[in-house]
């Protein structure tokens, strides 16, 4: 999933945990991602793209063993929440961030092509719906639905509408090869790729908390 909906599922979060701060919220639901950008930058895991990129289906997250196997998943968000929750008596704390980091590999589930293991080190089965690489518009229509339906359950305000919907209109032409737009560049250019992501992952993390905000301090 792209960065502005995972960015979204800490809305959901901050609504079912609003005594938990929204930074840390923000950081769980992307710590795979993060994990994933250092990886890549580090070389110890890999993204390759097809010769001419025009959809996210030439985009292949070739190996990421660590930042996205289901075990890496899974025992971070319960290491995070018996460490938070019974290492530091914060509870809700505790229980939201694990959530926030499960979150990011039900979603990523949801639309990836067959790239997740269960755990480094196993190369099959491959999991992941297809929908990036089979249809990647249906992919499209799921992120946008899903980010609006986060923003409408935490009741924000139009400014974090207007991020989401344009966060994932953005994203457009990258969904259908019939869309020209500048994914062309991407060609041959993994960590540019990368770097993109990394900056949408920012951007996205950043506005969001302070849209958030912002509705709160309308009351
Ligand atoms: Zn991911």
């Known amino acids: 999933m792209f960065a502005v909906d995972h960015a979204a599922t800490a809305l959901l979060l901050k609504r079912r945990y609003p005594s938990v701060p929204i930074a840390p919220l923000l950081l769980a639901v992307q710590a795979m991602e993060l994990a994933w950008v250092a990886f890549n930058y580090l070389g110890l895991e890999r993204t390759t793209t097809e010769r001419v990129v025009r959809s996210v289906a030439d985009i292949h997250l070739a190996w990421m063993p660590y930042s996205h196997s289901v075990m890496t998943a899974l025992g971070g968000a319960v290491l995070a929440w018996v460490g938070i929750e019974f290492g530091m008596g914060r509870r809700a704390l505790g229980r939201a961030v694990g959530i926030g980091i499960a979150s990011h590999l039900a979603l990523d589930l949801l639309t990836h092509a067959h790239d997740i293991v269960l755990w480094p080190g196993r190369i099959s089965p491959r999991l992941g719906l297809g929908l990036y690489d089979a249809a990647p518009m249906a992919a499209f229509v799921v992120e946008m639905v899903y980010g609006v339906v986060c923003w409408w359950i935490y009741r924000g305000g139009r400014g974090l509408l207007a991020l ?32 993109l992501i990394a900056l949408q992952i920012i951007v996205t993390l950043v506005l969001t908390g302070l849209l958030a905000a912002r509705k709160q301090a309308d009351g």
């Open 164 to 195: 989401v919907v344009l966060g994932n209109l953005a994203n457009l032409s990258l969904f259908s090869a019939a869309i020209p737009g500048p994914e062309g560049f991407l060609a041959g250019r993994p960590l540019l790729v990368v770097t």
